[in-house]
């Protein structure tokens, strides 16, 4: 792997790294899952990701695509891979302070299809400490690829005059394109950036589709910006994940569980919105959901949440909710239907912060951040 020159990449904003594309083959993991949906669709199988468009049946859920690409992500086989690269990201080039993303994001743009307007990470809450690394997948070309600031002090102009001028997203977009230049890598090449650089993308007038996806690291914890903890592996983690035991923050198959579908008051959001993300997530994680239950209102305690996490329901594994924030920061209540749901050995799976409990280190990191969210 080459050395990113940290110095050079926090000067120019952007730097390039290589990696092994057969010690780390992307490629073959999401080609050979997309054509386990295909074939599952009765839909002929592609040879290559560029092909996707191509596909005889004229199939155009890309959306669905991508949700599966982001299942694959979540998976023991592409973690695998994805932490041991980030451990070698991270040895090479930051302090074992570091964080990495826990599962990156998925893009697909096919011919014709625009995807992200232009703009800087740190618009969309990253903090000054963290680094975006995109990596492209499939062949790329000015037709089709990132467009991104040529340098960072024209990156960094731009944004002040958005700052001082009303612009629309139309004039947004032609001025950042006009201070971008095409980002030509190849796959094995990654291009990282600060989050001060403007990029963004074309209309894809290719015949190609063009699949990449990205993730960041955090160099300290000392500022996520608006991002939350629980989105990152520690160093740590990276270090010891081949030997913790595989339950252990695994979040690979859940498949056996059946939870029940839990709301309550939960700061106003409804309980409609509630279930719908918790039916997303098991859906995504082939959890089987066996009721939707909500809270009886006029009780702090959260009874029904304790039933199912009691020994009175012993056909439930436990529960899937919403969000940390059902229980209000009420930490102490937090902590003692955590310790109610273990002695039970059954599980809590929150769906927006992509927490399960189901030990005691689970327990601990899931109040350490309700504790980090109250100040
Ligand atoms: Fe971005």
């Known amino acids: 792997m080459n050395n990113v020159n940290i110095k050079h990449l926090m000067e120019d904003g952007q730097s390039i790294i290589d990696f092994d594309t057969k010690s780390y083959n992307f490629y073959k993991l999401i080609l050979d899952d997309f054509n386990k949906f295909f074939d599952e669709k009765s839909l002929p199988a592609i040879n290559k990701l560029s092909e996707i468009h191509k596909n005889e ?14 299942s694959l992500f979540r998976g023991k086989k592409f973690q695998d891979i994805y932490c041991k690269l980030g451990k070698e990201i991270i040895d090479n080039h930051y302090s074992k302070n570091a964080l990495i993303q826990k599962t990156p994001t998925a893009r697909i743009q096919p011919p014709q299809y625009m995807t992200t307007s232009f703009h800087c990470d740190a618009w969309y809450g990253h903090s000054e400490l963290t680094t975006s690394f995109w990596v492209p997948l499939t062949k790329i070309n000015e037709n089709n690829t990132l467009y991104m600031a040529k340098d960072r002090a024209s990156s960094k102009e731009t944004l002040m005059s958005f700052k001082k001028n009303n612009y629309d997203l139309g004039q947004i977009n032609d001025i950042s394109k006009s201070i971008c230049e095409p980002v030509l890598i190849n796959y ?34 000392d500022d996520l910006g608006h991002k939350s903890i629980s989105n990152y592996y520690d160093y740590n983690y990276l270090l ?27 700061r106003g959001v409804n309980a409609k919105s509630q279930l719908t993300l918790c039916a997303g997530i098991a859906q995504d994680r082939k959890i089987n959901i066996t009721r939707n239950e909500s809270e009886i209102y006029v009780f702090s305690h959260l009874p029904v949440l304790r039933y199912y996490l009691g020994e009175e ?22 902590k003692k239907v955590f310790e109610l749901a273990l002695k039970n050995n059954k599980v809590i799976l929150f769906a927006a912060e992509d927490i399960l409990i189901r030990n005691n280190n689970d327990l601990t990191k899931a109040i350490n951040i309700m504790l980090n969210n109250k100040n």
Do not use: W
């Not at 004229?58 to 949700?67: A, C, I, K, T, W």
């Not at 600060?194 to 894809?204: F, L």
């Not at 030997?243 to 008051?265: A, F, G, K, T």
């Not at 439930?316 to 229980?327: E, Q, R």
């Open 57 to 70: 049946s004229q199939f155009n859920d890309f959306e669905g695509l991508r949700q599966r690409m982001f």
């Open 313 to 334: 329901s012993p056909e439930t594994n436990g529960v899937i909710a919403f969000s940390l924030d059902i229980f209000e920061n009420d930490i102490s209540l937090a």
């Open 188 to 221: 094995g090449q990654i291009k990282s950036f600060m989050p001060d650089m403007i990029h963004g993308a074309v209309p894809n007038t290719s015949n190609r589709t063009r699949v990449t996806f990205d993730f960041r690291i955090v160099s300290s914890r």
């Open 240 to 266: 010891n994940k081949d030997s913790l035991n595989s339950s252990d923050e695994s979040i690979d198959d859940l498949s056996d569980l059946r939870l029940v579908s839990y709301s309550n008051s939960c």
